[in-house]
């Protein structure tokens, strides 16, 4: 097993040179003696509390690579519940609708078909990352030899399609109708999960990459501008409302307007909080990744809200939402989280906010965003840089005279503009954000930028 597949977040490799079903058995064992650890008194009394979750997502080996999965869960003496082919919201909705003690899906979300990986999530869905868990996994992984004993435990297949249906229902507006939308599935799971929960919604729904049998059209990552051609082409033949692209295991969504335009996730941020603050009290927070457009803390402060500016990656989002008990949460990498959703992320449940947000305004999407793009912004560009520390140590340098944070990487704000840079986790780049006020402020600050970093590479 390739000690390289444990990345912050999750685990994630080539199938099946760094992950195969060796390493699948090993990672099944040693996650599900992690999950039941963590149980304590009451919950030890729990039937499901003693069972895991397991899910697949549609690539050709996944269904291999679970059976081994279970295997090496079994072997433990713990209870399977296979939920078979679903997407990995539906697992985070499994493990608080049965009350297990965890889950792992098997999916390698955004990367190309030669991928493959798994998702844990412990008690409530909370997400094992490397500082909540998956240290340990990787410990117990690496350090045992496959041995093949009997099978402790029992596997039981559920279908959940009904319940998850209703669940995602619950957050769409009754009263939505009559809109044309395009759906871009990726050949991912959205392909399967989108006609069982909307296919009785009176919406039209013109489906791109339904097919969901693990080759894909295009790589199944909405934010590879490349990836959305498709769409927007539709988009404008259909004379559709918006269009939406979903990633591999669809817990991510992004969004384009009806003239086949991108609105970023950080203004699908901004878009949705009149919609949410206007139902809540107005202490209620928001949580914004700080890659984000100042427009998202100027839109939360305007709703009477509280901006809670937070690090990248969903494990921090998640905590943070919790912590504090907002209702809901967003990052530029599509990723959005609402309380109600056991504060997990799904591409389903947004996808319903995003309508009732187009049906109740009545204007087209373009102009409800139009005074939104208030800001020129450079999205997030990458730089292959060897020395990461010493480089944003040289940045801090350069621009004293603004204020300063390392909240996740180094951010400095001016009046006028700001830039957050900030290191890969597993490669030798550096990934830059910029922001102005103007165009023209943004073009010449990102040459200063450029010219301390270097050439842009493609990622």
């Excluded at 072997?75 to 519940?81: E, L, M, S, W």
């Excluded at 409530?124 to 004993?149: C, E, M, S």
């Excluded at 292959?384 to 390392?406: F, I, L, P, R, S």
Aim: glycine share 8%; hydrophobic share 40%; proline share 5%.
């Amino acid at each position: 097993m390739d000690p390289a597949i444990f990345k912050a977040y999750d685990i994630r490799g080539l199938y099946p040179d760094q992950l195969d079903e060796d390493a699948a058995w090993k990672i099944g064992n040693a996650s599900a003696q992690f999950l039941r650890s963590l149980l304590r008194g009451y919950e030890r009394g729990q039937a499901n509390a003693q069972c895991v979750c397991v899910g697949r997502d549609m690539r050709t080996h996944s269904r291999s690579l679970t059976h081994a999965l279970i295997e090496g869960m079994n072997a433990t003496g713990a209870n399977v519940i296979d939920l078979g082919l679903i997407d990995t919201p539906q697992m985070y909705f499994a493990i608080n609708h049965l009350g297990t003690c965890g889950g792992v899906q098997v999916t390698a979300s955004h990367n190309p078909a030669q991928y493959n990986g798994f998702k844990i999530s412990g008690l409530q869905a909370k997400p094992v990352g490397a500082d909540t868990g998956l240290k340990d996994i990787k410990h117990i992984a690496t350090a045992f030899r496959h041995t093949k004993g009997p099978a402790g435990g029992s596997v039981e297949s559920v279908d959940l399609s009904d319940e998850y249906r209703k669940h995602v229902l619950k957050f769409l507006n009754p009263k939505v109708k009559g809109l044309k939308i395009v759906v871009d599935a990726s050949n991912g799971m959205a392909g399967k999960m989108v006609p069982i929960i909307f296919g009785a919604v009176p919406v039209e729904i013109i489906p791109l990459n339904f097919s969901h049998d693990g080759t894909f059209k295009h790589d199944p990552n909405p934010l590879v501008e490349s990836n959305l051609a498709e769409l927007k082409q539709a988009i404008i033949s259909e004379k559709a409302h918006a269009g939406f692209c979903f990633d591999g295991d669809a817990d991510r969504l992004m969004m384009v307007d009806e003239t086949g335009t991108n609105v970023p996730a950080d203004i699908m941020v901004a878009m949705m909080v009149p919609y949410f603050l206007k139902k809540e009290p107005p202490a209620t927070t928001v949580i914004y990744d700080l890659r984000s457009s100042w427009v998202v803390k100027e839109e939360i402060q305007k709703y009477g809200g509280t901006p809670r500016r937070d690090r990248v990656g969903h494990a921090f989002m998640k905590k943070t939402l919790r912590d504090t008990h907002g209702v809901f949460g967003g990052e530029l990498s599509g990723h959005f989280y609402y309380r109600d959703n056991f504060y997990a992320d799904s591409g389903m449940v947004t996808l319903s906010h995003m309508l009732n947000i187009i049906y109740e305004d009545g204007r087209p999407a373009s102009e409800i965003v139009k005074p939104l793009r208030r800001y020129a912004a450079s999205g997030e560009i990458n730089f292959k840089v060897d020395k990461k520390e010493e480089m944003m140590k040289e940045m801090a340098k350069k621009y004293k005279e603004g204020q300063a944070d390392d909240l996740d990487g180094i951010t400095i704000q001016f009046k006028d503009w700001w830039f957050n840079c900030r290191p890969s986790n597993t490669e030798p780049l550096l990934r830059l954000n910029v922001e102005a006020r103007t165009k023209d402020l943004l073009d010449t600050k990102l040459a200063e930028l450029k010219s301390m970093l270097g050439q842009p590479v493609a990622h």
